[in-house]
């Protein structure tokens, strides 16, 4: 099992372009989340999908927007990207039949200029 | 707001116990106590829970005073790739209470 994958690693970005970062988890989770973390900062959450079909706000999410496309797969779209959305996007999911221990993805480093 | 408040740093010798402390004085009777831990950038990575009663895995022991209110995580024998920020997060495990805050946690370095 590959867990959960994220794409791309690393992206570059210039203030007002648009980019979706894409999360896909092998877990057979039901539920998945995007969070992001600032440089010496915990992690705050952006969106969550406590299943297929349906998605949440957390805590920021002005600027952003998600799909949860299908079990498996959670995106999360900057349409105009600004310097504040520079930042670490790291991915996660959990089973719903568990305690909810959450599995993390490797992250997305994003820089807008 | 973050419901958990933890020492921002701490060392430890390689070989030695590392014993992190966590306070959630608010806790309530019906949220975990959560432990998880970051290696240098990557991906968040769980390592135990518990509600009342001390815990132990493979990768470590949770002791949980008898009113709730703090917490001890315990590596019992540190290695150098135990460096990492640890944190402390306490949370309901039904509905919106699932989501986990995350406060600053504790950055310890192993030291050899």
């Known amino acids: 099992n590959a867990g959960v994958t994220q794409t791309p690693k690393f992206q570059v970005l210039k203030t007002g372009q648009s980019m979706t970062l894409q999360c896909a988890q092998d877990?057979?989770?039901?539920?998945m989340y995007w969070y992001r973390q600032d440089p010496g900062m915990g992690l705050r959450l952006i969106y969550y999908s406590a299943s297929e079909g349906t998605t949440d706000k957390g805590e920021v999410p002005n600027g952003y927007n998600v799909s949860r496309l299908n079990k498996r797969e959670f995106s999360l779209r900057l349409e105009s990207a600004a310097p504040s959305q520079t930042s670490v996007y790291f991915c996660?999911?959990?089973?719903?039949?568990?305690?909810?221990?959450?599995?993390f993805g490797p992250g997305t480093r994003l820089t807008v200029l | 707001d973050a419901k958990t408040t933890q020492p921002t740093s701490m060392d430890c010798a390689e070989g030695r116990a590392a014993n992190l402390p966590c306070n959630h004085s608010t806790i309530s009777g019906n949220e975990y106590v959560y432990w998880y831990r970051q290696i240098h950038s990557q991906g968040p990575q769980y390592i135990i829970h518990?509600?009342?009663?001390?815990e132990t895995n493979e990768m470590a022991s949770l002791i949980i005073t008898e009113d709730r209110k703090s917490s001890t995580l315990i590596l019992p024998h540190a290695t150098l790739r135990d460096t990492a920020v640890y944190y402390c997060?306490?949370?309901?495990?039904?509905?919106?209470?699932?989501?986990?805050?995350w406060g600053l946690g504790t950055s310890l370095a192993v030291n050899p």
């Open positions: 877990m057979n989770h039901n539920s």
């Open positions: 996660a999911s959990t089973s719903a039949g568990s305690y909810n221990e959450q599995f």
């Open positions: 997060i306490v949370r309901g495990n039904a509905g919106n209470n699932r989501k986990l805050i």
């Open positions: 518990g509600l009342k009663n001390n």
